[in-house]
Nanobody, 117 residues
């Protein structure tokens, strides 16, 4: 199994920045990709960004391209999400996901981000 823990989050002024970090432990050699999802109050969970270890390629939801940047350290099994130009609608709980090369998916407990209006 893989354990995933998020840190960071909090309150940011509109237009401000926040950085989320995620650390994986356990059977980390099986990790294929790590990424971020979010769930805003009253809404479905949505994909934010991900990074694949084998080629360090990244994916983003279109609406977050240019504002959010995902980066990671394969050796440390950590992934970060740098969020800039935050908006009120970015308010959500952000969850880190680890996906294994044999299909195992593991989630962190989530961290709250509040973008003030």
């Amino acid at each position: 199994q893989v354990q995933v823990v998020e840190t960071g989050g909090g309150l940011a002024q509109a237009g401000g920045s926040l950085r989320l970090s995620c650390s994986a432990s356990g059977r980390t050699s099986s990790i294929y990709s790590m990424g971020w999802y979010r769930r805003a109050p009253g809404k479905e969970r949505e994909f934010v960004a991900s990074i694949r270890w084998h080629d360090v390629s990244t994916s983003y939801t279109d609406s977050m391209k240019g504002r959010f940047t995902i980066s990671g350290d394969y050796a440390k099994n950590t992934v970060n999400l740098q969020m800039s130009n935050l908006k009120h609608e970015d308010t959500a709980s952000y969850y880190c996901q680890s996906r294994g090369n044999t299909g195992g998916v593991y989630w962190g407990q989530g961290t709250k981000v509040t973008g003030s209006s």
